[in-house]
């Protein structure tokens, strides 16, 4: 395995160095957060799909694949629609807005206590998504170098944690782009012929799986709405996604590059799936179906090139999770910190302090949590259950007022957090229940409350 850790190091040591440009660059606070929202096409849709295709999408979705088989696509497929949905109906209105964060859009319509109770979710959020993926390159470390688990998180998730706090999105955006590429060849042309090859071919793969395997809805009808009402929402609410829309250089550089990412997502949700399968043939008795990602490189190819896709790998991983820390850390410097700070803003210089500081929190939370789907699945539970009933009608209903998003808020987050306890974490019904009891709170305490002004004014 000596090759295959000088592979993986060169790779690490190249995002430092990227890291390093990205500080160069991050001149100003703009810089730091949005890249100077001045990206185009080709850096925007980079960006925007290697955020989205982490730890989770990549080494959750071959693990769905190895056990549901094709279905387990439907994954990346929720995020690919989100992505495109976003991308095609909402980032026009949004880069009009000129914000940082999601909450803010909040305070545009209800008051700051509103943003101060969303940022509180959207922190618990963008945390756990940085957690998500910092556990799969913890997973994928420990099983093919036999690391101990604790030495994998710190290694894989230090790295992540240095280029993000010294160059921030100009960093992010820059190692993404390489990550994006990685990615592309090291899972898509490479990994996936070479196992479809060791199977025996397309029709060594049919013959040997049940024809289950083969069906889009194997994986069952209530799982494939599930993972829509999520991920695909989540998607258009989530702090880390949005943040990537406001470094668009403007609206057609994001509908159009944004509806590619999302088509890509897809595509890399099929494979993923497909290499999940050929690692059931290969792997038939693994004794843990959530190392069936690490296993199938370790077993299928030979040295150098099991090097190369590690690292392909480590690039979903690593963009996914500096995504999370940068949402955590913006929430943090952007909607709490002004609050404590009697409304002073933050400096470049506090957003890598408080960069750096999330990084070290991530990192502690991803040694005592250990299954990256259910991970994810919490972060998004938590997202959707709290955030998409206020900022929906936000949008939507005039008559909402700030007590009912308040209200919504809290409830739906304390329902996600009661049925994940009490049914688990790959239970339906948190998100089903928590999303019920924030429509009715919203509804209700807005009606019981005092019609706010702003949307009187527009009513007459």
Not at 40 to 63: D, H
Not at 83 to 96: C, S
Not at 311 to 323: F, P, Q
Not at 325 to 350: C, F, M, W, Y
Request: glycine share 10%.
């Amino acid at each position: 395995m000596a090759l295959d850790l000088f592979v993986v190091l060169i790779y690490a040591a190249g995002m430092l160095v990227l890291g390093y440009y990205g500080m160069r660059r991050a001149k100003t606070h703009e810089d730091y957060l949005v890249a100077g929202r001045n990206l185009g096409p080709s850096l925007y849709m980079g960006t925007m799909a290697a955020t989205v295709l982490g730890g989770a999408s990549t080494v959750g979705t071959v693990r769905l694949g190895y056990v549901h088989g094709i279905s387990g696509f439907w994954l990346c497929a929720a995020l690919g629609a989100g992505i495109i949905a976003l991308n095609l109906f909402l980032a026009k209105p949004l880069l009009k807005l000129k914000i940082f964060t999601v909450t803010q859009v909040l305070e545009k319509r209800y008051n700051p206590m509103a943003r101060q109770a969303s940022a509180v979710i959207m922190l618990a959020y963008a945390l756990m998504i940085g957690v998500t993926s910092i556990l799969a390159i913890g997973t994928v470390l420990q099983v093919l170098f036999g690391l101990p688990f604790w030495v994998s998180v710190l290694l894989g998730g230090g790295v992540v944690v240095v280029y993000s706090t010294i160059g921030g999105m100009w960093s992010l955006t820059l190692t993404d782009i390489v990550q994006f590429v990685i990615k592309t060849v090291g899972l898509m042309f490479i990994l996936l012929p070479i196992c479809l090859y060791r199977v025996g071919g397309w029709d060594q793969l049919v013959a040997k799986l049940p024809a289950s395997n083969f069906s889009f809805t194997e994986i069952g009808w209530d799982t494939i709405i599930t993972y829509f009402m999520i991920y695909f929402f989540g998607i258009l609410i989530g702090q880390d996604i949005w943040q990537r829309v406001f470094t668009a250089r403007d609206e057609k550089v994001a509908q159009y590059a944004g509806t590619f990412a999302g088509f890509y997502c897809i595509l890399y949700g099929l494979a993923c799936a497909l290499i999940g399968m050929a690692a059931h043939v290969l792997l038939p008795n693994l004794d843990n179906v959530n190392n069936a990602f690490a296993a199938i490189v370790k077993a299928s190819l030979p040295d150098g090139i099991r090097g190369l896709v590690i690292a392909a790998a480590l690039a979903a991983m690593m963009s996914t999770a500096s995504a999370g820390l940068l949402a955590a850390s913006t929430v943090l410097t952007e909607d709490l910190l002004p609050r404590l700070r009697g409304g002073k803003q933050s400096s470049l210089n506090i957003n890598r302090l408080f960069t750096m500081l999330t990084g070290i929190a991530v990192l502690g939370i991803a040694l005592v949590v250990n299954d990256v789907i259910s991970a994810l699945t919490l972060a998004y539970n938590l997202l959707v259950g709290g955030m998409l009933i206020p900022l929906m009608g936000a949008i939507l209903w005039k008559r909402a007022t700030t007590s009912g998003a308040i209200a919504s808020m809290a409830l739906g987050f304390v329902t996600a957090l009661v049925f994940m306890f009490k049914d688990g974490l790959d239970a339906n019904t948190p998100i089903y229940y928590s999303l019920a009891v924030g429509l009715v709170s919203f509804v209700g305490v807005s009606l019981l409350s005092r019609r706010p002004q702003a949307a009187a004014a527009r009513a007459i």
